[in-house]
């Protein structure tokens, strides 16, 4: 393996500038302001007075990625005196040989600590209380007015006559309602100067998308960070792009069941006109929404199908199979059995369903939900139903419980499930059957901030417990108050504007949980071959790397060595693959 | 004598004809077999009226469907049902009329299976069979609505068109509604019809559909002629109340524009007045319109046909956007009109609702800081719980079981034990609806007689050098006389967490199985968390029946939070609910599950540093058999590195075996006499580095490759 032996040599480096206390300078860096690296997805809730104690005083941003993916990194900044105006920007990167990654592909953005309720970081329960807690992603940090005083947040309208700021943070028996999508409320498009207060520890992020045409190797280059004083620092960038592009992911169980990924309740609730409708989209693409649910019913206006189908085909979200939306509700909530007349409404529908999923989508695998967490009664009484939807070769989705098994588990395609998703005992029975596509939800639903939480969560741990799908409740568009709720937070995993998307931290996690599936499955890929190629040593790599996976255990792996170790599996495999022609 | 002879022939003519409809409109048996049976004697009695039995053959057909409910749609039979409606076709003394009732039914029939052709066919022989206008508009208006159900608007347009049926209803089933509200503004502005004609046309514009929420074109229409329609009913307005209360319920500009409108309706109910005035102070507010908000809650303030609580709140709002008011006092100004109200004493339920509708509205007109103020002063109307306390002694050995607990004078002293009698909130029945996440809380809300009352339970905490005992104690006071099956006694929910900002550990115990679930997670394991592990007895349970009641113990052992152990004094939260049949009742007073802010405070005595101390030291002994065991594991992140084959040899040369000779020979030091100062070394530097043996090796590991594939050369 190249640079084996050096960078071990270099690992000492690594271990003691681990230890160090001290920073290391860049030349012409005023030692006032001190930075450093640290792990994009960690569970440490970095705060104004967090030592970054896990992170690497004064050392480059690295990012490994495949072509095509987008990948965070993240540093923390600290001055012992007030900074106002601090500008950061990124050079472009180079290879030796000058190819060039243009810093276009770098968004850079403030980590944004404000209040959230007494739950944050850990849960989506309400709670009345209010603490602070990293999760925003802003290019302008002012968006968001934070008082610590009182401890309340204000989103700033740039209205015509001015800046104003509006009370976010109201309890909820006060709170009269912000429209994020009307007010005049957006992100600026790329990172605004910063103020850098005395003492505090301040959190930048970086994603960087990778073009799928990036040539591999190693791109360097800089974080300047300038400012008034005057102020000149440059935080080395080392990009390493890797040789391969990630497929789409497939279960772990069978490589060619494709793992379908979707959130409940993403369909933007704006007119497909609306200025926020097409980059709402492109972000969830980009966060890896595979399967976007359309969220349609039978007696909307077609041009509202016709339109919606368009924007996930021109979004390039995968249509096979594909979510429509709901059929209709018929009969009673109960076991009460389903008249003729309530079958004969249903086919009917169902025939509308499949002649516009044939029109739109050039087959008939559309997926119509009925219902949400239903009683046994009546999941054996919708029998009838699911054979109507089957008949038109549509699929069924239900989101509940564990009797679904039991009561519908030979006609259920799409279902949800009330577990963990650790339970791989609940997945066995159902994957047995081999027919259904199934999920956790609920433990948790989205709405913790912690990016480490979701990123394991929505990945590898439900991935090796054998779900093969992604489909939590909920991706919820707001509302920006934390406290609007009785029981249950506003399950927010991005916040919209009247221009799209603001990017958390747990959205960002979100990504890399499905980049780590996808990164599982090339990894597969790559084995299987292996094992198909005849060549024992071949074989033995491709065995070794199964081998390795099965081993890892989703709840207490850290995850960050284990994407770098499915991609040393995965260098070493292709290798093989290259040697054995 | 003859008009006494024709009034009793009348009589028992009415008799009869009373009689015989009472016979016809017995209601028929429920079970769909005999509902057959029944119906069929019906229809095969001839004497009875042809078109009774006519009636009763239809029926007889409906019952035979209804017999197919519950089959899956390709195994139903109709053909009973179809003999039924054919048999009708063929009695004998039916006149043309019924006779063309006959064939709609099955006309009707074959329409609901989609069979258009055949069912229009039946309407055409009914129009055959029935000349007269009557007959003719009902078989027309079946043939199309057996078009429209094919989706052929042409050719259903044709027949209303043709027939003069009413296109407004045609192009509201079709959902054209644009064509609906021209049709519609064309009869409201005929002067020459009848303004009853024409106030129909106007309830049936497409404005008023509840898929179309055109908030300027209902204003436009309204303003246009609301006032010409009010003149001859001034109840006409309250068809905006649906508007007011779904499409436009969150429309500031609407709600003040329609408000006026329907309090001007005589027949507004008291709840819906109630509603209209609440947000119509709230539209007025948001829009800056002060004036007219203070006209409007002075009028309402007087307005006996508001309640009360209404009425108050209005005073209130003149009160507090009266300019001169601005610094004053919000609880005085609540209280000191609240001693006004004489008429109706309000509850402070509704007294609190009032003030934080000022609030409410002071915050919508931007006057934040008034707005904090009122809210204040309704929170502290509420008179929440103060925070309980739980204290957590130290002891040289708490118990470590039911028994132990039960024979320990720790239980004897209720100063220190935490009563469970705090109501739970009011959300329960959604929480049960709605929290998938969680099942098995074997709770419900209040119903019944079974009262919270009937049981008392409290809960005792002590800690020593293993972790942190909780135990309860339920007593039922009568005991349940109902069984089903197990006996139902619920169970307890709780939380425990070290710091606000820290993960919190969530358990469910089943009551009197004593079935534990620490499934919801809200952190998984890194540097500063530990997942709890029952098989390695980081979290242990027991429950048993005892006497008149049941006992649960609950552990924590250290382990788990070995870097922030408690100081004496030191406050943690805790928080536990009794879930019952009769709802929960909980420790801290939580108003909704998994609420940090109503939880209880843990306070630890007795954690001197000689006590902290021997946790420290039993750590010790933990934490190094933890890393030796790992150490030894073939799998484990030593044997896998060191592997020549699986594993990485040159990595493991230059990281991990100078990671493990170093932590190697701090296990050595581990003696049963350690002295303190070597205790508390080790606690430092060795205990975190054992506990975290797999996690500081996944670190080197990262930083290794990360550096292998970003040097610079």
Avoid at chain 1, 469 to 474: A, F, R
Avoid at chain 2, 323 to 328: D, M
Avoid at chain 2, 352 to 371: F, K, P, T
Wanted: hydrophobic share 40%.
């Amino acid at each position: 393996m190249g640079g084996t032996v050096s960078a071990a040599l270099r690992l000492g480096t690594w271990l003691s500038l681990f230890f160090r206390s001290d920073p290391l300078w860049v030349q012409g860096a005023p030692p006032s302001l001190e930075w450093w690296e640290v792990p994009a997805l960690s569970d440490v809730r970095r705060m104004f007075d967090t030592v970054p104690w896990d992170g690497i005083p004064g050392g480059a941003v690295r990012v490994i990625a495949a072509q095509g993916e987008y990948e965070p990194a993240s540093f923390v900044l600290r001055s012992d005196r007030m900074r106002e105006n601090v500008r950061l920007s990124v050079s472009d990167l180079t290879q030796e040989d000058g190819h060039r990654l243009s810093a276009d592909r770098i968004d850079l953005r403030v980590v944004k600590v404000w209040y959230q309720n007494g739950n944050a970081w850990h849960s989506y329960f309400a709670d009345p209380g209010s603490i602070l807690v990293p999760e925003l992603l802003l290019h302008d940090e002012n968006l968001i007015r934070v008082d610590r005083e009182s401890r309340a947040n204000y989103a700033r309208l740039d209205e015509p006559s001015g800046p104003r700021y509006v009370w976010i943070s109201a309890p909820r028996e006060l709170d009269t309602g912000f429209d994020p999508f009307t007010a005049p409320f957006a992100d600026a498009s790329t990172l605004q100067p910063v103020t850098l207060l005395p003492g505090e520890f301040k959190q930048l992020w970086l994603t960087v998308q990778i073009p799928p045409e990036a040539k591999p190797g190693l791109y360097r280059g800089e974080i300047v960070v300038s400012g008034d004083d005057p102020l000149r620092v440059l935080i080395p960038l080392l990009v390493r792009v890797l040789p391969f592009e990630l497929p789409l992911p497939r279960s772990y169980f069978d490589l060619d069941r494709p793992f379908l990924v979707t959130l409940m309740g993403a369909w933007p609730p704006v007119p497909l006109d609306h200025p926020a409708m097409r980059p709402i989209l492109r972000n969830l693409r980009a966060h890896n929404v595979l399967h976007l649910d359309m969220a349609c019913r039978v007696n909307m206006p077609e041009e509202e199908i016709a339109g919606r189908a368009a924007l996930v085909k021109e979004m390039g979200f995968e249509t096979r199979p594909v979510f429509l939306g709901w059929l209709s509700w018929v009969g009673a909530h109960d076991g009460t059995p389903l008249t003729f007349d309530e079958l004969m409404s249903v086919r009917r529908e169902t025939v509308r369903w499949r002649q516009l999923c044939e029109r739109l989508f050039g087959h008939t695998e559309g997926i119509v939900g009925l219902g949400d967490e239903q009683g046994a009664a009546w999941v054996a009484k919708t029998r009838p139903i699911w054979r109507l939807v089957h008949e038109q070769g549509l699929r069924s989705e239900l989101a509940g419980h564990r009797h679904y098994l039991v009561k519908a588990g030979h006609m259920l395609d799409v279902y949800p499930a009330a577990v963990s998703p650790s339970d791989l005992l609940e997945t066995r029975p159902w994957n047995a059957v081999g027919h259904t596509w199934m999920s956790f939800y609920a433990n948790q639903h989205t709405g913790v901030e912690n990016p480490a939480f979701v990123r394991r969560q929505h990945g590898l741990l439900g991935y090796l417990s054998d779900f093969s799908m992604v489909n939590n409740y909920e991706f919820a568009y707001g509302p920006w108050n934390d406290w609007v709720q009785d029981l249950y937070k506003p399950m927010v995993l991005a916040y919209p504007t009247c221009q799209g998307l603001v990017d958390t931290l747990a959205w960002e996690g979100f990504r890399e949980a499905i980049d780590d599936i996808r990164y599982a499955t090339l990894l597969k890929t790559l084995a299987q071959a292996a094992l198909r190629s005849g060549d024992l040593d071949r074989i033995y790599a491709g065995r070794k790397a199964l081998l390795w996976l099965a081993l890892v255990n989703g709840a207490t792996a850290d995850l960050n060595a284990v994407r770098l170790e499915m991609i040393r599996y995965i260098l070493l495999l292709r290798k093989g693959l290259e040697n054995g022609g | 004598m003859g008009g006494s002879v024709s009034s009793r022939l009348a009589m028992v003519l009415l008799a009869v004809v009373v009689a015989e409809y009472a016979r016809t409109e017995e209601t028929s048996p429920a079970d769909p077999m005999a509902a057959v049976e029944w119906h069929r004697r019906q229809a095969e009695d001839v004497s009875l009226p042809a078109r009774t039995r006519i009636e009763a053959w239809s029926r007889m057909a409906e019952s035979w469907v209804r017999t197919q409910d519950g089959l899956e749609l390709h195994r139903m039979d109709l053909a009973l049902a179809e003999k039924a409606l054919r048999r009708a076709l063929e009695v004998a003394d039916a006149s043309p009329s019924d006779l063309a009732d006959a064939w709609i039914h099955l006309g009707r029939f074959y329409e609901r299976q989609d069979r258009f052709e055949e069912a229009r066919a039946c309407y055409a022989k009914a129009a055959e069979l029935d000349p007269s206008p009557a007959g003719q508009a009902k078989a027309a208006r079946a043939q199309a609505s057996a078009w429209l159900a094919e989706g052929n608007e042409e050719q259903a347009r044709a027949i209303y068109e043709s027939r003069g049926f009413d296109l407004i209803e045609l192009d509201s089933k079709l959902g054209r509604w644009d064509r609906v509200a021209e049709r519609c503004e064309q009869t409201v502005g005929d002067t020459n019809l009848d303004i009853r004609i024409r106030w129909r046309a106007f309830s049936r514009h497409s404005v008023w559909n509840w898929r179309n929420a055109e908030e300027e074109t209902l204003r436009t229409l309204c303003d246009r002629w609301m006032p010409l329609f009010v003149q001859s009913d001034s109840n006409r307005p309250l068809i905006l109340l649906q508007k007011f209360k779904n499409a436009f319920s969150r429309r500031p500009t609407f709600i003040a524009w329609a408000a006026p409108w329907l309090l001007s309706a005589p027949d507004l109910s008291s709840t819906d007045r109630d509603l209209v005035l609440s947000a119509q102070f709230q539209a007025l507010a948001s829009l800056g319109r002060v004036s007219d908000l203070m006209a409007a809650a002075e009028r309402a303030a007087s307005d006996l046909r508001a309640s009360p609580k209404v009425r108050y709140r209005a005073r209130l709002i003149v009160r507090a956007f009266s300019p001169e008011f601005r610094e004053g006092s919000a609880s005085a100004a609540a209280e000191d009109l609240a001693v006004s109200f004489r008429e109706v004493k309000l509850t402070a339920e509704e007294r609190c609702d009032a003030v934080q509708g000022v609030a409410r509205a002071l915050l919508a007109a931007g006057r934040e800081s008034e707005a904090r103020k009122w809210h204040r002063a309704a929170e502290e109307m509420r008179a929440p719980y103060p925070r309980a306390v739980l204290p957590c002694v130290y002891q040289s050995e708490a118990p470590r079981d039911i028994s132990g607990w039960l024979a320990s004078p720790l239980i004897q002293d209720f100063t220190r034990a935490g009563r469970l009698n705090r109501p739970y909130g009011e959300n329960l029945s959604f929480l049960l609806e709605t929290d998938s996440a969680v099942t098995g809380r074997n709770a419900a809300p209040k119903q019944n007689d079974v009262r919270a009352g009937e049981e008392e339970t409290a809960v005792w905490a002590a800690c020593d050098s293993e972790g942190i005992w909780f135990f309860f104690l339920t007593r039922h006071l009568h005991p349940p006389k109902k069984m089903e099956g197990p006996i139902w006694a619920g169970s307890y929910e709780g939380y425990l967490t070290s710091g606000q900002t820290d993960p919190y550990y969530f358990f469910l115990i089943e009551i009197p199985s004593g079935r534990l679930s620490s499934s919801f997670r809200t952190s998984y394991r890194h540097r500063t968390h530990r997942l709890v592990d029952v098989e390695r007895g980081t979290l242990r349970t027991d429950t048993r029946r005892c006497g008149d009641g049941i006992a649960t113990v609950l552990f924590y052992g250290w382990e788990l939070f070995y870097d922030r152990l408690p100081t004496d004094g030191g406050e943690w939260l805790f928080e536990t609910i009794r879930w019952t049949a009769a709802g929960g009742v909980s420790l801290g007073g939580s108003r909704s599950v998994h609420n940090p802010s109503h939880w209880a405070s843990l306070i630890f005595q007795g954690l001197n540093e000689e006590n902290r101390r021997a946790i420290r030291r039993r750590l010790i002994q933990k934490a190094v058999a933890s890393y030796r065991e790992m150490r030894r594991d073939p799998g484990g992140p030593v044997g896998w590195w060191a592997d020549w084959d699986l594993g990485d040899p040159v990595f493991y040369n230059k990281a991990v075996r100078p990671l493990v000779e170093r932590l190697d020979v701090w296990a050595e030091e581990t003696v049963s006499d350690m002295s303190d100062e070597t205790v508390e070394r080790l606690f430092r530097e060795a205990v975190p580095r054992w506990l975290e043996f797999d996690l500081e090796l996944s670190t080197l590991r990262e930083y290794y490759l990360k550096e292998m594939w970003t040097e610079i050369p």
